[in-house]
Each structure stands twice: as C-alpha cells, then as structure tokens.
C-alpha cells in the first residue's frame, strides 16, 4: 500500500542517504590522512620534522670543552686595525665573563686577527697575546679583574712571565692557541 506521502518520504530518505554518506567520507578521509605517513614541511623533504629533529639531536657531539660559537664570538675582523684607545668606543656595553671565556676569547682573537710576537698589535692588526687580551677588555668582554686572573692561569702554565714566552722565536701560533685553550680547560675544572 502506497500513501501519498511515500515521494514525500523518498525525498527526505535520499536527504538524509546523502547527508550520512558525506559525513562517512568526511569521516574516512580524516581517518585516511590520520593514519596515513606524517606529512612533511615540504614535498621534496622524506622525513617528519619530528625525524629530522631527533636525527640532528642524535649528530650533535657531546658537549665539549670549547665554548660554543654561539654563546662566545670573537669580536668583528675590523676592529683589528683599531688602535687599543679607540675599541672602547666601539662597545655596547660591558659583558661579565668568566676567566675560561676570556682565555677562549683571547684564542678567538688571535685566530681571527691574527698572531704577533714582539708588539702587542701590528700593522695588520695581528696581537700578541696580551694585546688580544687588551682588546677584549676595550671591547667590553669582562675586564681587568677577569684579566688579570687569566694571566695568572697563563703564567703557571707556561712557569713564569708568558710575554717572554709568546715572543719567543720558535714560538708558533698553533702553541699559543694551545696554551691559551688548555689555560681555559684548567680554568673551567
């Protein structure tokens, strides 16, 4: 037996047949995209961030002695041809760091600006190792307090005055960078 509202009914059947089947896909598309591989930041890349940041984490060495990059930096290459009485006006503001910075720091200089014997700057701007260690505290990275412990450090290590000793003729900068790397390993122990 048929009513007359049977069309009315098949109309509203086929409304609500429509309405479910778009929400079953809506349903099976998010699940689809859920389980489906991580998306990555972009299409070339293969790995979820997620990978890469364990995988970088996983690379990265231990921590070592030498101060990273990212907290200590050699001051910039030009400030190498500044005579000592101008580097203060330069500076922001006076940084407090420990006697192991400021010996790592005064590596930083001389491999940056270079190595001297005999002057405390050259033409160049190069320093001897007492020069690099002026110039920092010029530059405002701590000051002669933490200056002046830094050289005590070097004087034991090296059994007396250091001056003689950078200067000396067989001297190489490689030998001043390890003292000056080694002082700052003991300074931090």
Known sequence: MITATAPAQDAELTAAADLLAVEIER??????????????????VTKTTDQLVAEALRTVPAAEDKLSSATLRPPARFLRRLPLWALPLTRRTVRQITVAEHLELTALVIEWWGWAQQTERDAKGARCIVGA????????????????AATIWLCDLVGGAYEPWNDHPDRTRDQVLNLLRTAAKEARA
């Not at 349903?27 to 930041?41: H, M």
């Not at 260690?133 to 002046?148: F, N, P, S, W």
């Open 27 to 44: 349903y099976l598309a998010a699940r689809a995209r859920a389980t489906a591989a991580p998306k990555t930041a972009h299409p070339l």
């Open 133 to 148: 260690q002026r110039a920092l505290v010029a530059l405002g990275y701590g000051d002669a307090a933490t200056m002046t």
